[in-house]
């Protein structure tokens, strides 16, 4: 399959349109004729069923029977280039129709012809992928998996070696740069799931929140941040933060990172202020011999805030409500902050 000359394509990654283009992920493919395994790959993954290349081919190499291709007699995955061949859209087993059957349950129908725009916009907005079969002038043939449409430019992932996510107009889609839209395999029903949006996040005052209303979970570079999985978060340290979406079987890409910086304290009289004790049961004590003004609040490991307190002097937190575990209680004068990491046992 012959890399495609581009007449008018654009990159995506000035803006997404969730509403308009599905995310599906970037899936090149990994032997010269199996554009068929990239873009079958492409379309499980977006409906949560991961499946790498070699195993689709291996699977069609065990269960086709067209006359006119062979992949061999060697295990696909043992030794890929064995099995580098080209493939069908339909019309029998192994072809794209079967291989997002067998391995994702993912009814499709074959069409001898392109999409209207019409249908286009149909299938994006019921959440449905579809397959493009591009017919070369020279001969020959490419798949690509389209994935999204606004006003006249259509989206579409091509798993070619260096082109990957794209768009051009509708028009060219059918018929440009060399080749014509000629066959389209359809998804027959909604799956019941896929790759959720891509989240962003974005910091208001010391709260990082997400688009994303459920399936959150937030992450800083040290990993997985456990029970914080609300959609909004607040940082009890300094760090890099970032989210991921999941349903019930698949997971988003890693939303945009923000750096979050805790203040240190600026008043040198804040140094005065002890909280004690540390582990804790139920109450703690706050010593502020200079009698500050000061706000006291305790945030579970979640981030969650779970009491607050305002003293001008000594004060006490009464805790006997708060499970065992780790906390962390913020002081502030109102121009600085600082944690300190609790234990209550």
Request: net charge negative; aromatic share 12%; charged share 10%.
């Amino acid at each position: 399959m012959k890399k495609l000359a581009i007449i008018f394509i654009l990159l995506i990654f000035v803006f997404q349109i969730r509403a308009q283009v599905l995310p599906v992920r970037l899936m090149f493919q990994e032997q010269d004729q199996w554009c068929w395994s990239g873009v079958s790959a492409c379309i499980l993954d977006y409906y949560c069923h991961t499946t790498t290349q070699c195993e689709i081919a291996e699977y069609t190499r065990t269960v086709e029977v067209f006359g006119d291709i062979s992949f061999g007699n060697t295990p696909c995955c043992t030794n890929p280039v064995s099995c580098n061949n080209w493939n069908y859209s339909w019309g029998g087993p192994g072809s794209i129709q079967d291989i997002l059957i067998h391995f994702g349950n993912i009814n499709n129908t074959g069409v001898s012809s392109a999409l209207t725009k019409t249908q286009v916009e149909t299938e994006i907005a019921n959440n449905r992928l579809f397959v493009i079969r591009w017919g070369w002038d020279s001969g020959g043939g490419h798949f690509v998996v389209g994935h999204g449409i606004n006003g006249d430019m259509l989206f579409y992932m091509n798993p070619w070696y260096g082109e990957g996510l794209l768009m051009g107009t509708y028009t060219w889609v059918c018929s440009g740069g060399g080749h014509t839209w000629t066959h389209t395999n359809t998804i027959d029903t909604t799956p019941p799931y896929s790759t959720p949006p891509t989240p962003l996040i974005t910091l208001n005052g010391i709260t990082l929140h997400s688009n994303a209303t459920i399936g959150n979970q937030w992450y800083n570079e040290s990993g997985i941040i456990n029970g914080a999985v609300n959609q909004d978060y607040q940082p009890i340290i300094s760090g890099n933060y970032f989210v991921k979406v999941s349903n019930s079987s698949c997971e988003s890409d890693t939303s945009n990172h923000i750096s979050v910086t805790i203040s240190g304290i600026e008043n040198p009289l804040m140094n005065s202020v002890k909280v004690y004790p540390n582990p804790f049961n139920d109450q703690i004590t706050i010593e502020n011999p200079n009698h500050l003004i000061i706000k006291c609040k305790i945030y579970n490991i979640m981030g969650k805030l779970i009491l607050q307190s305002n003293f001008e002097g000594d004060g006490v937190l009464y805790t006997p409500e708060l499970t065992n575990g780790i906390y962390f209680i913020s002081i502030s004068d109102g121009k600085s902050e600082s944690f300190r990491k609790m234990i209550k046992q």
